[in-house]
């Protein structure tokens, strides 16, 4: 109850930091679920999506992943990586888009994308940290060597920097870790494994 907070890091993200931005910005999140998401963008693609599975017919949509909060330009310079992928120029990129930003104007997201939308708001309002931080001053990580690098970045970015630090204390045996060494390192924060000794 008031004033904790129980939860997943994912559901933490979303309800202080995600959803206040992308309400903000008209777009309150109203389902967060990739297969409902992915299924509701797959039926919006039309002659340039469908003639790009035609040629890769092994990427499916799910490789096609929103990494900055750009309409022009939202999953880089190219919609994958790989050989012969269209680039930002190309219609079918801008198809991948357009139909992208529909989805998150419907309020339709998946998880990673909570987490695009949560660096972007910290990064355009760093008074958010501040206020989490006021507002949770004790944060108890369980299970921390099951982290992905985004999470413990982005709980790094919250909790850890920019003065008036809360007190994080990561719990968690790195001898069940489920991420590979290389999924499970960051570069802002030390490895999920030698996070806790």
């Not at 994308?113 to 940290?129: K, N, S, Y």
Request: glycine share 8%; aromatic share 12%.
């Amino acid at each position: 109850g008031h004033p904790h907070f129980v939860g997943t890091i994912d559901s933490f993200v979303s309800k202080y930091v995600a959803t206040p931005f992308l309400t903000s910005m008209g777009f309150p999140p109203e389902r967060v679920d990739e297969e409902y998401a992915l299924s509701w963008r797959e039926r919006r693609v039309g002659k340039y999506g469908n003639d790009f599975w035609n040629n890769h017919p092994n990427t499916p949509l799910k490789e096609i992943k929103l990494t900055q909060v750009s309409r022009s330009e939202p999953f880089g310079e190219k919609l994958t990586s790989g050989n012969r992928i269209p680039g930002k120029a190309t219609p079918t990129y801008k198809e991948f888009a357009r139909i992208y930003w529909q989805s998150i104007k419907s309020g339709i997201l998946t998880h990673d994308e909570i987490f695009v939308f949560a660096q972007r708001a910290l990064e355009v309002c760093p008074e958010m940290g501040t206020a989490i931080r006021s507002r949770f001053p004790f944060v108890v990580i369980d299970e921390a060597q099951d982290c992905t690098a985004m999470r413990l970045d982005l709980l790094h970015q919250i909790f850890e920097v920019g003065g008036n630090e809360s007190v994080v204390q990561r719990v968690g045996d790195p001898n069940q870790a489920i991420y590979s060494t290389a999924e499970s390192t960051s570069s802002g924060t030390p490895k999920a494994a030698a996070a806790f000794p």
